[in-house]
């Protein structure tokens, strides 16, 4: 079974502190993504990396940066938190083909900044 | 104007009752890929089916079944004799691709379905 691991499942943060989201899969799959679930506007694509150290801004990327020094991982990073940024945030990864393929997600990790 | 549509935001039907959730999306792509995803309190969201731009047939899973028409863009859910464990948030999604070949996937808003005993 794919595993898309979050390494946090509710986190809980001051407004200033940069935080770390991590994101580990093992399923060797190319594609990685971070979205962020709020209530009634489902879920909005913040990045998205194709491969080893590339990147890709989504929807709503301001606030936010990411990085992916291995194929397995992808870290979502908060700058300096904002209170509007609680929210819950999906990990997910899919591989790359002509198929269009599911993509897997994690648990989730609740965020709560105050 | 969003690319996925579910204009059902919740839906609450009692046990055994039939209920579909509708899904309207919007694409200029010629191969796109059609989604439905089911995420229970838990969280976690589970993939239920594909679709890809080129295959109309409906399909019949047990309890579910999916309708999928190019003409009016819709792709729409139904789930036939309801259970309380039918209870949850689902999202339709529309993957297009992008950059390095990818397909990404938005979703639509999601429509709750309440099931009650």
């Known amino acids: 079974d794919v595993k898309v691991t979050q390494s946090s499942r509710y986190l809980v943060k001051r407004t200033g502190e940069k935080v770390f989201l991590e994101c580990v899969q093992d399923?060797?799959?190319?594609?990685m993504f971070w979205y962020r679930q709020d209530p009634g506007l489902g879920l909005r694509l913040i990045y998205f990396?194709?491969?080893?150290?590339?990147?890709e801004k989504g929807d709503i990327p301001e606030g936010y940066s990411v990085s992916r020094e291995k194929k397995e991982r992808f870290s979502l990073i908060l700058e300096s938190a904002s209170t509007n940024q609680t929210s819950m945030y999906l990990c997910?990864?899919?591989?790359?083909?002509?198929?269009?393929?599911?993509?897997?997600f994690g648990q989730g990790t609740r965020l709560t900044v105050v | 104007a969003q690319k996925v549509t579910q204009a059902q935001t919740e839906i609450s039907v009692v046990e055994k009752e039939d209920v579909t959730l509708d899904c309207v999306y919007e694409t200029r792509d010629t191969t796109y890929y059609l989604f439905w995803y089911k995420q229970p309190p838990s969280g976690e969201l589970v993939f239920l089916i594909r679709r890809n731009s080129f295959d109309e047939q409906n399909e019949i899973s047990g309890r579910y079944s999916w309708n999928f028409q190019k003409s009016t863009s819709s792709f729409n859910f139904t789930i036939t004799a309801s259970q309380v464990v039918d209870s949850a948030v689902y999202f339709c999604?529309?993957?297009?691709?992008?950059?390095?070949?990818?397909?990404?996937?938005?979703f639509g808003r999601g429509t709750s379905l309440i099931v009650h005993p």
């Open positions: 999604a529309l993957s297009e691709r992008a950059t390095g070949g990818s397909y990404i996937p938005t």
């Open positions: 990396s194709y491969d080893v150290k590339m990147k």
């Open positions: 399923m060797d799959h190319e594609n």
């Open positions: 997910a990864s899919s591989i790359v083909g002509s198929w269009g393929t599911e993509a897997f």
